[in-house]
């Protein structure tokens, strides 16, 4: 039988509470439960966090890249396996690699890749997040529009097949170049279809949510803005209960006090989580990238297209997290909850991830006393330690 083990001496959250005088007892990939010292099994192997705290860990739903490498560009359970290993380092233990719009036979190897690094069991491997290309031109950000186009009934049925092949699996879709009926029918499959890149007015948004849209890609950026008498998509994302809604916390996309104003008016169940929509700059010293045949820039914490369209982020989750609590003033119990069991809900994977109970998946972060990378572990193996 496999040994159990005790992280002994942390302060422990658990998603909702603090404990102050439980070691945390894992088995099998598995949380045992929060435990006393006197009721460990005497054969457990100890490890000794003296002076920490131990989270949840961070589930990212919009990971373009990471480590050096593009989904876009390196297609492969290596290439997935080394964006999810860039992001551990962060404290993110369950995410999904993001393929920005590209072309037919991209997207297809891409959807290969992720089915061989599920079968291989890659750490941290949650599923696919495909952002594109049945976006809207008008709102395109940095997505090619030569690459943007019309959702066929080819590309439906191409992606039906793959609904339920992942833990999760998402999709961002325009209405301008999607149905509802298409919508229906990827949701019925299994597809967590997510509204964003789009200039839909709020009426149409809601007729996307009866058809079975359930998030938001990145609010406030790329789509309809909140104005007096037109409340577009960020109007719908806060006031349709129905919808969850990622959001980038780097202090560029998003100003502070907007962040803010979101969080005071969201309505539930539905909530707002963190997302990094990071490239493949994040863990390493590189000062660019290419996408889509363009350059992207590298400086001061942006990531930037030539003529200064934001080009994802540049920012792991931790710090997303640390922003939140630090810039805004949230409580770091909340600000952790929008890294980890909100981006759970909204990926259907509550049931096992995103807190620390007995029976989910032993995926957490120890963290300093100041809130530093001390270790994280996924499925109760450690794959990292600063």
Known sequence: MTMATALINARIFDGFDWHQDKSLLIKDGKISGLVSADDLPPDAQKEDVSGSIIVPGFIDLQVNGGGGVMLNDERSVEGIRQICAAHAKFGTTALLPTLITDTPDITAAAIEAGLRAKDANVPGFLGLHLEGPHLSVARKGTHHPGLIRLMEDIDLQRLLKIGSSFDALM??????????????????????????????????????????????????????????????????????GALSTGIIADGFHVHP???????????????????????????????????????????????????????????????????????????????????????????????RKGRLLAGYDADFVVLSDTHQMRQTWISGQQVYSA
Do not use: C, W
């Open 171 to 240: 999709i961002t879709i325009a209405p301008e170049n999607t149905t509802t009926e298409q919508v229906q029918a990827l949701a019925a499959s299994g597809f967590i279809v997510s509204l964003g890149h789009t200039n839909a007015p709020y009426e149409t948004v809601q007729d996307y949510v009866a058809a079975g849209a359930r998030t938001v890609t990145h609010l406030f950026n790329a789509m309809s803005q909140l104005e007096n008498r037109a409340p577009g998509l960020v109007g719908a994302a806060l006031n349709i």
């Open 257 to 351: 006090a907007t962040i803010e104003i979101a969080l005071r008016s969201k309505r539930g169940p539905g909530e707002i989580f963190l997302v990094t929509d990071a490239m493949s700059t994040i863990g390493t010293d590189l000062t660019g990238l290419t996408l889509n045949g363009r350059e992207i820039f590298r400086k001061d914490g942006r990531l930037t297209l030539a003529d200064g369209t934001l080009a994802g982020a540049d920012i792991d989750m931790l710090s997303s997290v640390l922003f939140i609590h630090r810039k805004l003033g949230l409580a770091f119990e909340e600000a952790v909850r929008m890294a980890s069991l909100y981006p759970a809900k909204a990926a259907r994977v509550s049931d």
